[in-house]
Each structure stands twice: as C-alpha cells, then as structure tokens.
C-alpha cells in the first residue's frame, strides 16, 4: 500500500493489510466474495473487502429491524442530540474522509471534503428537525372531535448509494431517517466500500456511547445479490436508491411489487440555457464548473448547453479555450485528485472510459461534430493506471439519440437557439428531469423559467449551474430521475408512516358527512 493510501486509512481505522470486512450489523464480519478497491488515479489496490453473503444480508435486516425498535423509543430530540454527536464525530475527520473518498472515488480534494461536509451540513439540518418534526391538528366537522395527522417512524430505511456520492447521498438518507425514528441498512456501491465502512466506523461508537444497539446503522458491501436481498426484503419499508435509469426501474418495480415506498435519484440529464443578456462571465464560470468539475460524473453535472444565437460563437470560443488547456500544467489542471491545485480528476472506472468513449464515437458517427481539440482516453496521463479522458464537447445533429441520455463522464453536448421559448422547449425535451440552469439579467425570462411553462427538472437554478445544490432544499428530479427528494425541505416526510387519527372527546357517535345510520 502507498504511504498516502495507508495513512488515511489507518486515520480512518481501517485495516491496512488482510481483509478488510464489509458487513456491520452491531459486529464486524462479511464471508462473500472479496471485493478489490482500487484507486482511479492509479489503479493501486487501496483495499480488498470482505462483503456480505445473501445470508449475512438477511441476518442483517434482522438485526437493523431490531436495534430500529430501540431507536423509535428514544425521544425525537435525544436522536436529534446522537446525530449532532455523529456531525462532531464526522467533522473531525473531514480532512481523512475527504482524501479516502478522492483516493477511491477519484474527485478531487476539495469536492472530497466538500462531500465529507454535505453529511455535517445534513447532520446539523436534521438535529433541528428533531425538535420540529411535526403534524398537524386539523378541525373536525362533527362536535366534541379533532383531527390528528401523526408522523410516526417507519422502521427500517434500505439505502443504496452510487460512487460517485459515496458519502454523502447516505448521509442525507441516514440522518434524515434516524431522526425521523428509523434506523438504516447502507448498501454502497460495490466500488467505493471502504467510504462506506470509514462512515460506519465513525457513527458505531457513537451509537454505542448512547446505549443504542450499532446495527441502526448497518452495512452490506456487496454486489447485485445483496442489493437485490435488501429492496427485495418486506422488512425494509422504505428503498431510497440513487444510481441509473435502468437499474432504478427495476428497484422501482420489485418495490412496487411488495408495496413498498421508494425515493428514486436516477439520471440527470441536466440543460445549461445561456440568454443573450446574461452575464457571460458568470455563465462560463457556473458552466465549467458544473460540466468538467468531478469530470462530469455528479448526477447534476451539466450534459447539453444551449446558447443564444448571438452570443453561442463567443462564448464557446471561451469555453473551448479552456476545456483545450485541460493539460496537467495548465488553469485547467488535470491530475493527482489528491493535489490541492488539481481541477479535474480521473473516471472512476474503465466502464466510464468505454460509455465515454462510445458516446463520441456515436456522435460523430451520426454527423455530429467534436469541437475540441483532444478527445478520448489519455494513455500518458498524469499518473500511471488512472482513467484519464480529456474532457470534450460536441455540437451533435439536433435530431441525434445522444440528447435523450445521460453520460456520466465529462462530456458536453451544445446547440443554439433562438428565443427562450424555444430553449425551454429543448431543455423539457428529454426523459430525465433532474437539475436545469438559466443564465439571464431577464426578471421576465426567469418568471417564465420558475413557473409552470418553465423548467421540468427538480432543481431549476437562476444564475447558478446546475450541480453543486445546499442540502437546505429538497433534493431530487422529475420524470425519470424518479420523482425523489432527499435532504432538506420537506423530504423527511417521505421516512415517516402518516396516521390520520380522528379522536371524538364527547359523549355521542356522530358520522361524517351527516350519514345517518339508525341507532
Ligand atoms: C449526485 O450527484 O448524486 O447538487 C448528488 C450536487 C450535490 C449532490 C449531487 N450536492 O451536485
């Protein structure tokens, strides 16, 4: 092991030789197939993990479904005071969590620490909650009654997260659920286990320091079977899955199928719209950051641009200058994501390599044009072994396939247009509906881009590129992103059980709707 890899994970208190296990359910243990974590930048083995068998996985449920009983007596704001414990527990550790998720997920060092800081920032909005987290008291028609809606927890939350938010999409799910009464089982993606287990780590002792049995917060590092084990599971009330389209549909279904509730983040396919009076400046700033930043790899990543036509040459004259300066000298450093001047990072795997490359190929077979100077995968990169690409856009066929699809790589597709009508139009055009962007001085045009001839998406930013969102909001898209909201706002609604309790405090039995029925 490197001396970089091994300092970390020993901050982290992780193994650094043998098998690392990849199941937490109040103990460590796991006898599946050992799972190779590798770093992007390198391809060093960072870990091999130990992950879970369907057994294990179901003995897991079994041990979260009980410590959930211990966690819905506990008071609201006493769970509120364990997950301020954890925000200090995970604060403290912002520096060590960051790099292990740049050296195994492959972003960079301050979207590292940033992620590491998304899970405090959720910790702090949950504990709040705690206190508030409240239904209402409605009238009720007939004399001597009232009307209660009860929020009450849910049990168990399943949570399978993506790599590329390794840490903080279960820090939304986790915090969230815990207060609201539920404990969790994580099921990370199989290529980012030990984010998971340095999280685990960090919240266990916690949990034990307040008499509540660890396995409310429990682990499965494993592949689809365990996966399928957890959405599978009728003792898991609530799936919250982020990852693709085409898996999400499935969880979806087999979900539905035992009458489950899901919160679904699928693909983004998110749309810049630059206005001929926006502030060019600021677009290209919201634009690069959102398009290349974690080489294109957050589900709010920017995917089309849409340009007015009277700025599109300038600005993409702009644009291009710096995506050709992507070298590992230039502004636009490529390189080590553990280096605090490195801008864009590695792929996370050699499958983003292949779907990054296929989507060039596809483009430019069908017509469409690559307008930067360097495409595909960099064989001297950087560092040796890492999953370098150069970062590219393309100006496709207005009719070509690829606007309908989300690459998850840093890949940027442009057109112009002419009226905003017109841009809306595109930026609606596509299955997905996750995260969108409008860049004007216009109070008019962004009316219209609020209201409901506007934007589809979830998020629908002013100003702002499309990724990067506070967690003070709810999270999440429309269409097939999947209709979830993680985090803020009123997400926490969705880990609940809602009773509607009507109680008659008087000494007669009268009906709703003035129905009479003899006695
Ligand atoms: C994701 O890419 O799965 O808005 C989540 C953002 C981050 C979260 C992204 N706060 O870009």
Not at 188 to 198: F, M
Not at 238 to 263: N, P
Request: charged share 20%; with cysteine.
């Amino acid at each position: 092991l490197s001396s970089r890899a091994s300092d970390v994970l020993k901050a982290l208190d992780i193994p650094t030789e043998g098998v690392i296990p990849g199941v937490f359910d109040g103990a460590w243990g796991g006898s599946g197939p050992i799972i190779e974590t590798k770093c992007p930048a390198t391809g060093e083995v960072i870990g091999r993990v130990q992950s879970a068998t369907v057994d294990e996985t179901r003995i897991a449920i079994a041990k979260t479904v009980e410590a959930s009983r211990a966690v819905r007596a506990m008071p609201g704001p006493k769970r509120g005071e364990v997950i301020r414990q954890i925000r200090e527990a995970l604060a403290a550790k912002t520096s060590d969590l960051g790099d292990l998720i740049s050296l195994e997920m492959g972003k960079i060092k301050s979207e590292g620490k940033g992620e590491v800081q998304e899970f405090v920032d959720i910790c702090d909005h949950a504990t709040g909650l705690s206190r508030s987290i409240a239904g209402r008291v409605l009238p009720s028609e007939r004399e001597n009654h009232v009307i209660y809606e009860i929020p009450n927890p849910l049990g168990v939350v399943g949570v399978l997260s993506a790599f590329n938010f390794p840490v903080a999409v279960y820090g939304w799910n986790f915090a969230v659920a815990f207060v609201a009464g539920n404990a969790a089982i994580w099921k990370p993606s199989p290529t980012t286990p030990l984010c998971s287990i340095a999280v685990t780590k960090i919240i266990q002792p916690v949990l034990e320091r307040n008499g509540l049995p660890a396995a409310a917060a429990s682990l499965v590092v494993g592949d689809v079977d365990v996966g399928k084990e957890v959405v599978g599971s009728g003792d898991i009330p609530l799936i919250s899955f982020t990852g693709s389209e085409r898996v999400g549909k499935e969880v979806g279904k087999a979900v539905q199928d035992r009458f489950g509730k899901t919160i679904l983040e699928l693909g983004g396919n998110n749309c810049v719209i630059v206005d001929k009076d926006a502030d060019l400046k600021q677009a290209l700033q919201g634009v690069l950051f959102a398009a290349v930043g974690t080489a294109g790899q957050r589900c709010t990543s920017t995917r089309r641009l849409l340009l007015h036509k009277d700025i599109a040459k300038d600005f993409l004259a702009k644009l291009l200058t710096y995506y050709d300066s992507a070298t590992p000298s230039s502004t636009l450093k490529m390189g080590d994501p553990l280096d605090p001047a490195t801008l864009i990072g590695p792929l996370h795997t050699e499958v983003s390599v292949k779907n990054y490359q296929a989507a060039i190929d596809g483009v430019t077979s069908r017509g469409g044009e690559l307008l930067t100077k360097r495409s595909g995968k960099i064989t001297d990169g950087p560092t040796d072994g890492g999953h370098w690409v150069w970062p590219v856009v393309l100006r496709p066929k207005i009719d070509d396939p690829c606007w309908q699809e989300e690459v998850f790589a840093p890949v940027l597709y442009v057109a112009e247009f002419e009226t905003i009508d017109e841009a809306v139009k595109i930026n609606n055009a596509v299955p997905q509906g996750l995260s969108s962007s409008l860049f004007t001085k216009n109070l008019r045009t962004m009316g219209r881009w609020l209201g409901p001839e506007g934007s589809d998406c979830g998020i629908v930013n002013v100003n702002v590129g499309t990724s990067g969102a506070e967690i003070g909001a709810a999270f999440g898209g429309n269409k097939s992103t999947g209709w979830g909201r993680e985090s803020g706002g009123d997400a926490w609604k969705q880990y609940v059980r809602w009773s509607a309790a009507t109680v008659n405090y008087g000494d007669k039995l009268p009906l709703a709707q003035g129905v009479s029925f003899g006695t």
